[in-house]
């Protein structure tokens, strides 16, 4: 267990929804990034949050997008879900300090379902 | 653009035994670093190992060890004296200093008790 939480677990939305996924980052942590697996593929990288800003992004369209509170836990929304949204959704934190991050941890992830 | 490929979708070792897995990447960056992520049938994700780009000394956590050659951009893994429990998908992570982290593709592993 790397204490870092995701909810909700399991989540099936029609096409056009819009979805919140949640993340709650390891005590001490103060950075997020969240990533998408599709079913049989690696994960790949949407965006990092560090200090409530978006910190760099992957190639995801404008739909996907995100928060990170005061507490550091954070949220990832998406809009005009697509059939091609559903998988496996991870959060990941991190340590940064003076610049550097430490390894990432990362959640159990959300499985989203797109109909 | 950097690029993770790991060349084995699927590998078997008897239990016991030694097996390694294939990583190699692609990048123009002199600072980075690699990791190797298991992910077993929970979907949790959990990091195995961790190497420095800028450290020559090849990274060991107990059973597991890499071999680092940064002049050929491999980064393989050894997992020795193999346990049921190491089934999983492995996964190799490119990370730069900006923090963008690339997976490779992932390889299957099984052990035959």
């Known amino acids: 267990e790397t204490g870092v939480t995701q909810s909700p677990t399991h989540l099936i939305k029609t096409r056009g929804q819009q979805v919140t996924l949640r993340c709650s980052s390891q005590?001490?942590?103060?950075?997020v990034s969240w990533y998408q697996q599709a079913l049989g593929q690696g994960p790949q990288f949407i965006f990092q949050?560090?200090?409530?800003?978006?910190?760099g992004r992957g190639n995801f369209p404008p739909r996907f997008s995100g928060l990170q509170f005061p507490n550091y836990s954070s949220e990832l929304n998406v809009n005009a879900l697509e059939l091609d949204d559903s998988a496996l959704y991870l959060c990941?934190?991190?340590?940064?300090?003076?610049?550097?991050?430490?390894?990432?941890?990362f959640g159990p992830g959300t499985r989203l379902t797109v109909l | 653009a950097q690029t993770v490929t790991q060349s084995q979708p699927e590998m078997s070792v008897q239990e016991a035994e030694t097996v390694t897995l294939s990583c190699t990447y692609d990048?123009?960056?002199?600072?980075?670093?690699l990791f190797w992520y298991k992910q077993p049938p929970s979907r949790q994700m959990i990091l195995v190992i961790r190497q420095e780009a800028y450290k020559q000394q090849n990274a060991t956590e107990n059973r597991f060890s890499v071999n680092f050659q940064k002049a050929a951009k491999s980064f393989s893994l050894k997992i020795s004296d193999s346990q049921l429990g190491d089934a999983a998908m492995y996964f190799c992570?490119?990370?730069?200093?900006?923090?963008?982290?690339?997976f490779g593709p992932g390889t299957s592993l099984s052990v035959i008790p």
């Open positions: 005590s001490g942590h103060n950075t």
């Open positions: 990941a934190s991190s340590l940064k300090l003076a610049g550097v991050t430490d390894t990432q941890y």
């Open positions: 949050y560090y200090r409530e800003e978006e910190n």
């Open positions: 990048t123009s960056e002199s600072d980075y670093y």
């Open positions: 992570a490119y990370r730069d200093l900006y923090d963008k982290v690339i």
